[in-house]
T-cell receptor, first 115, second 114 residues
Framework: AQSVSQHNHHVILSEAASLELGCNYSYGGTVNLFWYVQYPGQHLQLLLKYFSGDPLVKGIKGFEAEFIKSKFSFNLRKPSVQWSDTAEYFCAVTARGDSNYQLIWGAGTKLIIKP | DTAVSQTPKYLVTQMGNDKSIKCEQNLGHDTMYWYKQDSKKFLKIMFSYNNKELIINETVPNRFSPKSPDKAHLNLHINSLELGDSAVYFC?????????????FGPGTRLTVT
């Protein structure tokens, strides 16, 4: 069965620090990859997505992610975090051609930015 | 203008009651989903409908019954509510048949069972 692993459950950083959140998935076929963000008390919003092409994708709010097929990874990065980035971050994967159109979700990473 | 809307936003009720949550999307998507998010923020897919047809029916108690009157609506009815049903329930929609797999989420319904 497909699965998504987010290695860090909690990350605490100071403002201006660099961020990298890990995401690995288990599926040998073609995938679509997503990062979502959930600010406190809010719903999930799409940060960025990868379908094909350039493995380095840029999203909103200065976030980017790199798809490394050989490592089955899709890590999220931001060079300099802000206090407003405090949120829960979710990685999700769907297998291309999955007739159920299901996203497989990671457990989430809670990011806390200290002002 | 809200893309995916849910009502109510908050729902406080007693054990044993029956309640419904409604979801509507105006994005023209053909697939809708219900998720449960527990206190640890873990997201669990419950149901998915594609063009009013049930395509995902995960292991949830049969007290939970989805209903999709049309492509733009997916409601969730819960019978005999239990304490463990307390969670935030999110509706989402997407249009995978057109190659768009990203899901758009509603604001959530925080259900508290006392």
């Amino acid at each position: 069965a497909q699965s998504v692993s987010q290695h860090n459950h909690h990350v605490i950083l100071s403002e201006a620090a660099s961020l990298e959140l890990g995401c690995n998935y288990s599926y040998g076929g073609t995938v679509n990859l997503f990062w979502y963000v959930q600010y406190p008390g809010q719903h999930l919003q799409l940060l960025l997505k990868y379908f094909s092409g350039d493995p380095l994708v840029k999203g909103i709010k200065g976030f980017e992610a790199e798809f490394i097929k050989s490592k089955f990874s899709f890590n999220l990065r931001k060079p300099s975090v802000q206090w407003s980035d405090t949120a829960e971050y979710f990685c999700a994967v769907t297998a291309r051609g999955d007739s159920n159109y299901q996203l497989i979700w990671g457990a989430g990473t809670k990011l806390i930015i200290k002002p | 203008d809200t893309a995916v809307s849910q009502t109510p936003k908050y729902l406080v009720t007693q054990m044993g009651n029956d309640k419904s949550i409604k979801c509507e999307q105006n994005l023209g998507h053909d697939t809708m989903y219900w998720y449960k998010q527990d206190s640890k923020k873990f997201l669990k897919i419950m149901f998915s409908y594609n063009n009013k047809e049930l395509i995902i029916n995960e292991t949830v108690p049969n007290r939970f019954s989805p209903k999709s009157p049309d492509k733009a609506h997916l409601n969730l009815h819960i019978n005999s509510l239990e304490l463990g049903d307390s969670a935030v329930y999110f509706c989402a929609s997407s249009s995978p048949s057109s190659g768009s797999y990203e899901q758009y989420f509603g604001p959530g319904t925080r259900l508290t069972v006392t």
